[in-house]
Structure formats: structure tokens, C-alpha cells
């Protein structure tokens, strides 16, 4: 009833070419903007504070899905990426002086290259032992920042880079200070959006076709003329400025940059969220990064709430999110492959043909 | 000079421990082609399950240590029918992810059964060093690296015999394998019994070192780089392997670490995973299949 696919009806070329081709479906776009950009005038400190983490896992993921749900590589250790931008954005700001507008955008080349430099090795190999060099790459990666005294500016078993208040300087205008949850919110929004639209288009692009290309068959893509090693480097790179870019925003957030908050936990972390949001696909994603961040929260939430019956549960708390993390990924891997995804799309195709069942 | 000798020695027997984790990876590969990032985990596993039955439970030794082993390869058993079966030819991503979300749901559920403190085995080893080529070494070391190396040597054996070569024929091809007349379920679950044992053999032994904790869960990490450096599917480079990086690390830490101010021991081995994965990705003895792009 809500119908978008009766025929083709379209009679220009803008309008077949356009993104959102039903008039419903632009008004739920719009609606959903303006509702993310009304967020922080209802929300408190606290959930702006998840949803700056939860942009921040946006970016994170979208990178990681396009290195591995389109481009089919695999990537155990996207936190060092990460690791590089945040210190990348701490060590110019603190050091050199360098504004935000030029050091965020730095932070993604310079992420963008180290991944470069651990993914030309890596890449001449398969799976398997591609994501056994990108474990490697990231312990590596953490311990040369933990070491590199001479980069950091950090010296004498210090370990943390305290950075100046960033803000936004744009030519003209007054500088604009991020430092509140809200002023963050809305930077990490405007970063997350580029990332979506950036990541969508990409797939209409030949770039992004020649990465599924080789995802599906890369024997036959390579028969076709797609060098693999060349694409699969670019989908590397892509991935690597998007972790670079979601590790700079971290490091926005928490103030002070050190190698703790980027460990393989992290990179498990958003391997996750990419695989029960759904593999190969932005919304995925979305839902996966908004899931797997809200999934502790819940779970404190109701551990405190049960704390009075079953005290113990308090106590592990970080022991039964550990179970419970587990049994989500294998559950949506044995029972839901396509993830949160496909449980969206199912939900939506239902609705399409209410009240008819087919 | 001496110190250097001292050193070797040493990481002799470290690195004949890192070969008994080590070849529980081998051998589910050997058997599935699956890399199962929850060693480390199973590792820690039978640590906790030897850790309690002799200390909390009081079962003797032999007793202790038998119902490990079967506890072990019983779960070994499950985790193979519940998670690593319905995901048969699926891609590798999911497969890698499934044993990590495994890995983390046992590192949690160890210490929220068992508590999150250091559990120490009963004392069965008399505390003064024992002198090998003019380095003290601690008996408990050396019993456990005797025992390591039987181990091996029974596990070397093993794969000789038919159910051994059975299980070498489903990893080159399981269809080949099929249709001769082996069982491919149950090498498939026998591989990851195995490897569960194997696992707690190892958790047991290291657990008596360092005992039990959440650290036996991050040698997983580290035997990666003695699995890639022997070669994935052998027994051999398992333990070759195992013994170069145990040496490579009391070296690098010995010599490289007051250079650059520490850590590098433990960053070594994965410098060196690397290094092999752009000169010889196969390892030193593993077989040369794998597809360089």
C-alpha cells in the first residue's frame, strides 16, 4: 500500500537516478535528519555521551564493513588504525599547534597510510593469514606508540597526551570550542553523515562494484581485468582513514589520548557489531554499532536493577557482558548470518504487502 | 657468553610449552582448516578445571588431571557440534568471528564461575633449581617441559597411526576422504576432543607456573607467531617453531629491551609473524598451498 514498486514511472533522468525514488521514503529520510540534529535538545549529558560513542562507532564500522562485507578482506586489528589517528590528532594539536580543521582530516591520511604500509604485505596473502597480520599489525602498532618517546613528546613513563580544548576554526568566523557533549555531538554527526553518504556512494561507483567483484569470485573478477591486489589495497586504505578518523573523534571525546582505549578489544568490538549488523551493507553497520554499544548499558542497567536478589551478578558484571557479548555474536552468526540487517528488511517487506500476506 | 646460553636454555622450555598450545591450533587445522582463536581460551579452561578439582575439590593427582582431560575433550566435542558445524562453508570472517565470540564467552564465563582472583595447584614440585648446561632451571619447569615433549612425541606417534591418517586425509580433502569411507563428522570431532585435551594438558602445566588466571587466555595470542612461524598444519613446526620463539623472546627481551624501554619481549614474536608472513607465508614446515594474490 505503501507501494515503490508497481512499475517504472520515472520521466527524467535526475529522477531515476536519485537516491530516495518515493516521496515516503525522502520524508522518512528528512525526519530521521532532523531528528538526529534535534537529539540534543531533549537528550541529557549522559546519552549524548552514548551517542558520540555510538557515531564514533559509526564511522569506525562503516570503514571495517567496506574492507570487509564489500571488499571481502578480513581486518582482526582495525584498533591500531584507529590507535594512529587518535594519537596522530593528539600529537599535532599538542605539539605543533595544529588546528582541528587541518588535524582531523591528517588524522585519516595518516591512518590511511600506516594501513597502507601494513596491508601491502598482508594482502599477498589470503584470508587466514591476512587476519593473522592484521593481529600482528595491531600489537605492534600499540607498542610502538607506547615506545616511540621520540613522536609522542611524551617522556619519562608517561603515558597519556593531554590535549588542548579542540575547536573548530573556520576562516571568518569565531572559533567554535568543542568541548561540550553537545558541540561534540554535533561534529561526530556531521562526520558520521559524510561517512554514510561517502560509503553509500561508493557502491554506486566503479571502485565500489570492482570490490564486490572481488568479495564474490575473485578468480573471475581478476578474469575480467580487476587487478585485486590494487582494489583490495584501495578498500584497505578506505578503511584504514575511516578507523583513523573514528579514532581521532575518541580521542576528541575522551580529552586525553593514550594506547588503552584502542586494544584488540576495541577492533573485536567492531568486527562484531559489523557482523550482527549485517555484512556488506552501511545500514548494518548503523544498527550494529547502535546495538553492540547500547548492549552493556542494558545489561548494567539490569544488573543493577537485580542487584538486590543476586548481588553476585554486580560483582562480574564485566565477566557476564564478556558471556553475554559471546552468545549474541554466535547466536546472530548461527541463527541470523545477515544480521540486524535482515531482520530490518524482513520487517519492511512484511509491511510493504500489508494486508496482504504475498 | 654463559648469559646467552642461559638464555637459550630457557627459552628452550618456554618455548616447548608455547608448542604444546600450539599444537592444539595445528591440530584443528590439520582437521578443519578452522583457526580457532578460542585456544588460548580452552588453554585457560583447563587450567580452571585442574586448578579446582586438585585445590578446591581435592581429588588426587591422577584422578584431578584424567577428569580434566575428559572435561575438556567433551567440550571440545560441543563447541565443535554447536558452533562450528552449522557454520560449514560460510565465509572465513564468520568462521574467525565465531571462534573469537567463543574465546570471549568462555574468558567470561571462567571467572564468573570460578571468581577472578589467581588460583594456585597444590605444591608437587621440590622448590630448588636444577643446573642444565650452567643455567639454573626450576624443577617445575623441567617436569613440565618433560612432559611437554611426551606429550608431543605421543601426539607425533598418533598421527601415524589410521585415525590419524584418516584425520590428515579430511584436511586435504574432505570429498576425497568421504568417499573412501572416513567419517568426516566424527574426525571433525575427534580433531577438536583433541585439541580440547591438548588444551588442558597445556592450561594444567602452565597453570602450575603461573597459575590460573585470566593470563593463560593471552598466550593463545602469543602462539600465533610460533603456528605461523612452523607452518599451520604441522606437528613439527609446531614444536620447531615453539622453541624459536621461546628462545627469540628471552633474547629480545635480554638484549633489545633496554634499548628501546621494554615490551619488545612480548611484541617480538609478532614482529617476527609478520617478517614470515611476507617471506614465507607457509612457515617453515608447513605444506606451500596457500594462494598469494
Same mark, same amino acid.
Given at each position: 500500500?505503501?507501494?515503490? !514498486?508497481?512499475?517504472?514511472? !520515472? ?18 529520510? %528528512?525526519? #530521521? ?13 549522559? %546519552? ?33 588504525? #584507529? ?42 596473502? !589470503? ?10 599489525? &595491531? ?18 613513563? &608517561? &603515558? ?49 562494484? #570492482? ?10 573478477? &581478476? ?14 586504505? +578506505? ?27 576495541? *577492533? ?12 556488506? *551493507?552501511?545500514?548494518?553497520? +548503523? ?25 553476585f551478578?554486580?560483582d562480574r558484571y564485566a565477566n ?21 540487517? !535482515? ?10 504487502? %500489508?494486508?496482504? *500476506?504475498? | ?44 579452561? @583447563?587450567?580452571y578445571? @585442574? /586448578? ?53 564467552? $568462555?574468558r567470561g564465563?571462567l571467572p564468573t564461575i570460578w571468581g577472578p582472583s589467581t588460583m ?9 633449581? /636444577? ?26 606417534? =598418533? ?22 569411507? $572416513? ?29 590460573v588466571d585470566n ?8 602462539? =600465533? ?64 598451498? $596457500?594462494?598469494?594474490?
Open positions: 500500500m505503501l507501494s515503490r !514498486k508497481t512499475a517504472v514511472y !520515472k520521466t527524467s533522468y535526475a529522477a531515476d537516478l536519485a537516491v530516495q525514488r518515493v516521496f515516503l521514503a525522502r520524508l522518512a529520510f %528528512w525526519s #530521521a535528519i532532523a531528528a538526529l540534529v534535534l537529539l540534543p535538545l531533549v537528550a541529557g549529558r549522559y %546519552w549524548l555521551n552514548v551517542a558520540n560513542l555510538i557515531l564514533i562507532a559509526v564511522v569506525a564500522t562503516i570503514g571495517l564493513n567496506i574492507l570487509v562485507g564489500y571488499a571481502g578482506s578480513i581486518s582482526v586489528g582495525h584498533a591500531a588504525f #584507529a590507535l594512529v589517528g587518535g594519537f596522530t590528532v593528539a600529537i599535532t594539536s599538542s605539539r605543533w599547534d595544529v588546528p582541528m580543521l587541518l588535524g582531523l582530516p591528517l588524522a585519516g591520511v595518516v591512518a590511511a597510510l600506516v594501513g597502507a604500509f601494513f596491508g601491502i604485505p598482508s594482502l599477498r596473502v !589470503k584470508g587466514l593469514y591476512l587476519a593473522i597480520a592484521t593481529l600482528a599489525a &595491531q600489537f605492534i602498532l600499540e607498542w610502538f606508540v607506547q615506545h616511540a618517546d621520540w613522536l609522542t613528546g611524551l617522556a619519562g613513563g &608517561q &603515558q597519556t597526551i593531554y590535549m588542548p580544548d579542540p575547536a573548530l576554526t573556520l576562516p571568518g568566523l569565531p572559533a567554535i570550542p568543542i568541548t561540550t557533549e553537545a558541540n561534540r555531538y554535533y561534529l561526530f554527526l556531521l562526520l558520521a553523515l559524510a561517512g554514510v553518504y561517502y560509503g553509500e556512494n561508493l557502491f554506486r561507483t566503479r571502485i565500489g562494484r #570492482a570490490l564486490i567483484a572481488i568479495r564474490d569470485h575473485d578468480v573471475a573478477a &581478476q578474469a575480467m581485468g580487476i587487478e585485486i591486489f590494487r582494489y583490495k589495497l584501495l578498500a584497505f586504505i +578506505i578503511s584504514s582513514f575511516y578507523a583513523g578518523i573514528a579514532g581521532a573523534m575518541l580521542a576528541y571525546h575522551l580529552g586525553a589520548v593514550t594506547h588503552e582505549p584502542y586494544t584488540i578489544i576495541l *577492533s573485536i568490538q567492531w568486527l562484531a557489531m559489523i557482523i550482527v549488523g549485517g555484512l556488506g *551493507s552501511i545500514p548494518g553497520a +548503523i544498527f550494529g554499532s547502535v546495538f553492540l554499544t547500547l548492549l552493556p548499558i542494558g545489561l548494567r542497567e539490569l544488573v543493577d536493577f537485580l542487584r538486590p536478589y543476586l548481588p551478578l554486580a557476564i557482558r564478556d558471556m553475554l557479548f559471546g552468545i549474541v555474536v554466535l547466536g546472530f552468526l548461527i541463527l541470523e548470518p545477515e544480521g540486524l540487517y !535482515k531482520l530490518w528488511r524482513n520487517i519492511r517487506s512484511y509491511f510493504e504487502l %500489508w494486508p496482504f *500476506s504475498y | 657468553m654463559e648469559r646467552v646460553l642461559e638464555l637459550v636454555v630457557q627459552g628452550s622450555l618456554v618455548g616447548a610449552l608455547y608448542a604444546l598450545v600450539a599444537l592444539g591450533f595445528v591440530l584443528v587445522y590439520k582437521a578443519s582448516r578452522v583457526i580457532n582463536f578460542a585456544q588460548g581460551e580452552l588453554v585457560m579452561m @583447563g587450567g578445571l @585442574g /586448578v579446582v578439582l586438585t585445590a578446591t575439590y581435592g581429588l588426587p593427582w591422577p584422578a584431578a588431571f584424567a577428569l580434566t582431560l575428559a572435561i575438556s575433550a567433551l567440550v571440545g566435542i560441543i563447541v565443535e557440534r554447536t558452533v562450528l558445524r552449522p557454520l560449514i562453508g560460510r565465509p572465513l570472517v564468520s568462521i574467525v568471528m565465531a571462534t573469537i565470540a567463543l574465546a570471549t564467552f $568462555i564465563a594456585a595447584f597444590p605444591p608437587l614440585f621440590p622448590r630448588e633449581p /636444577v643446573m642444565i648446561l650452567g643455567a639454573p632451571v626450576s624443577q617445575v619447569y623441567l617436569a613440565a617441559f618433560v612432559f611437554t615433549i611426551l606429550f608431543i612425541v605421543v601426539c607425533g606417534a =598418533f598421527f601415524k597411526t589410521r585415525l590419524g591418517i584418516a584425520m590428515q586425509a579430511v584436511a586435504d580433502n574432505q570429498r576425497a576422504a568421504a568417499s573412501v569411507g $572416513i567419517s568426516v563428522r566424527r574426525v571433525f570431532a575427534l580433531s577438536w576432543a583433541i585439541a580440547g585435551m591438548v588444551a588442558a594438558v597445556g592450561g594444567i602445566v602452565w597453570g602450575i607456573l603461573l597459575g593470563f593463560l587466555a593471552l598466550l593463545g595470542l602469543r602462539v =600465533f607467531a610460533v603456528v605461523i612461524l612452523g607452518g599451520l598444519d604441522s606437528v613439527v613446526g609446531a614444536i620447531v617453531g615453539g622453541v624459536l620463539v621461546g628462545i627469540l623472546e628471552n633474547l629480545a627481551g635480554a638484549y633489545v629491551d633496554p634499548l628501546v624501554g621494554g615490551g619488545f619481549r612480548d611484541t617480538a614474536p609478532f614482529i617476527v609473524l609478520v617478517l614470515a608472513l611476507m617471506l614465507r607465508p607457509y612457515g617453515l614446515f608447513g605444506r606451500e598451498e $596457500i594462494e598469494r594474490v
